[in-house]
């Protein structure tokens, strides 16, 4: 796959961002805020937790097509949160990832874990949504934004109490560091082609600040490249995939996490 699918998912998001604010103003939005509730800590989560799972509610992939069509933001989410997971991670992009803000809406009421807004986020809007869904934090991907634009959207995001994991893919992105995260994670995929390598995760190690929890995200489909990457310094490790494509997420991940041994 060499076409460049990150430069077409925030072109595309552009114009759906657009779309939605011709219907729903960020100004109405504001007023459906009300006073700031205190987000549920990822970072606190991820430090707290045996497994530091992140375990992943969606439904395709742009490299893999549908994974599971028909999955149930009311019922996978829950059965993670049984299962032993740390944290949740909800796709709400639609066009690319066939997941929406409702998945988050559906999700919240069944479970008392973190829940990741997992988006390509550009803008303040996608902000103010997120926490009116009741999202606890929202990813920030480094190569979608300028340092200056990520710096701006975290100081939003604290604004609204909303956590932020910072992605990083490779070395040359290290100077995002310094726009205040309270997470970073490690894409092991590439957002260009979609090629994914656990080894990216493992060469930025030694790179990442210690007092930020680390996460590796993408390609961990076995228990020992856990293990190995906890070696490596890692607390976190958002999975999606290797549960989503089975027919019960929740029971793989219980399993997953009986092999761990926790």
Same mark, same amino acid.
């Given at each position: &796959?060499?076409?460049?699918?990150?430069?077409? /998912?925030?072109?595309?998001?552009?114009?759906?961002?657009?779309?939605? @604010?011709?219907?729903?103003?960020?100004?109405?939005?504001?007023?459906?805020?009300?006073?700031?509730? %205190?987000?549920?800590?990822?970072?606190?989560?991820? &430090?707290?937790?045996?497994?530091?799972?992140?375990?992943?509610?969606? $439904?395709?992939?742009?490299?893999?097509?549908?994974?599971?069509?028909?999955?149930?933001?009311?019922?996978? %989410?829950?059965?993670?949160?049984?299962?032993?997971?740390?944290?949740?991670?909800?796709?709400?992009?639609?066009?690319?990832?066939?997941?929406?803000?409702?998945?988050? $809406?559906?999700?919240?009421? *069944?479970?008392?874990?973190?829940?990741?807004?997992?988006? +390509?986020?550009?803008? !303040?809007?996608?902000?103010?949504?997120?926490?009116?869904?009741?999202?606890? =934090?929202?990813?920030? /991907?480094?190569? =979608?934004?300028?340092?200056? =634009?990520? !710096?701006?959207?975290?100081?939003? =995001?604290?604004?609204?109490?909303? @956590?932020?994991?910072?992605?990083?893919?490779? @070395?040359?992105?290290?100077?995002?560091?310094?726009? #205040? %995260?309270?997470?970073?994670?490690?894409?092991? !995929?590439?957002?260009?082609? +979609?090629?994914?390598?656990?080894?990216?995760?493992?060469?930025?190690?030694?790179?990442?600040?210690?007092?930020?929890?680390?996460?590796?995200?993408?390609?961990?489909?076995?228990?020992? *490249?856990?293990?190995?990457? $906890?070696?490596?310094? +890692?607390? #976190?490790?958002?999975?999606?995939?290797?549960? &989503?494509?089975?027919?019960?997420?929740?029971? *793989?991940?219980?399993?997953?996490?009986? *092999?761990? #041994?926790?």
């Amino acid at each position: &796959m060499s076409k460049d699918i990150l430069e077409e /998912i925030i072109a595309h998001k552009r114009i759906e961002i657009a779309g939605q @604010e011709k219907v729903v103003s960020a100004a109405f939005l504001e007023k459906q805020l009300g006073e700031p509730v %205190p987000a549920r800590s990822l970072k606190q989560a991820l &430090m707290a937790s045996p497994t530091g799972i992140i375990a992943e509610f969606k $439904r395709r992939s742009p490299s893999k097509g549908w994974i599971h069509q028909d999955a149930d933001a009311g019922k996978i %989410p829950a059965a993670y949160q049984q299962a032993g997971a740390a944290a949740l991670s909800i796709l709400t992009d639609e066009a690319y990832f066939g997941g929406t803000l409702k998945d988050i $809406r559906t999700a919240r009421p *069944t479970v008392s874990l973190p829940i990741l807004r997992k988006d +390509f986020i550009i803008s !303040r809007y996608q902000l103010l949504q997120a926490k009116l869904a009741e999202a606890d =934090a929202v990813l920030l /991907i480094a190569s =979608a934004l300028t340092p200056q =634009a990520c !710096r701006t959207l975290t100081c939003q =995001a604290h604004e609204l109490n909303l @956590e932020v994991l910072l992605e990083l893919h490779g @070395e040359h992105e290290l100077e995002y560091l310094t726009t #205040g %995260p309270d997470v970073v994670g490690i894409n092991n !995929r590439n957002l260009g082609t +979609f090629h994914t390598d656990v080894t990216h995760s493992l060469k930025l190690a030694e790179h990442l600040p210690k007092h930020l929890p680390r996460i590796s995200e993408s390609g961990i489909a076995h228990p020992e *490249t856990l293990k190995q990457l $906890r070696q490596a310094g +890692f607390n #976190g490790f958002l999975i999606g995939e290797t549960f &989503m494509k089975t027919e019960a997420p929740g029971e *793989t991940l219980r399993n997953f996490i009986q *092999t761990l #041994g926790l």
